[in-house]
């Protein structure tokens, strides 16, 4: 018989009974492509490093408010648009370098 279970989200999981996983497992041991890995095999699946490395000099998590046509114009030009107000402010400092 199916067991149900409720996870915090809330969603509900529905789990195999006994004879349904039985089922499934001789699928399994039927098939010539499936195999368990050993435990050295299983290691090589595993990523050595998740993520990203770190930045040398990451990047500051700020808030700040601009004008709605400075926005839109940014988004408008797509996927990168916060790294590219952050090109054009430091291009703005480098052309005001007196102010430094």
Known sequence: MPQTIKTKSG????????????QINA???ADP???????????????VSPGRPPLETPKELIS????PDVLSAFRATGKGWQ??????????????????
């Open 64 to 67: 700040i408010r601009l004008s």
């Open 11 to 22: 969603r509900v999981l529905v789990l195999p009974g006994a004879e349904e996983e039985s």
């Open 33 to 47: 492509d499936t195999f368990v890995p050993t435990d050295e095999q299983f290691q090589q699946f595993r990523r």
């Open 83 to 100: 790294t590219k107000i952050d090109a054009a402010l430091k291009q703005w400092l480098q052309d005001h370098s007196e102010l430094s």
């Open 27 to 29: 699928g399994i041991a």
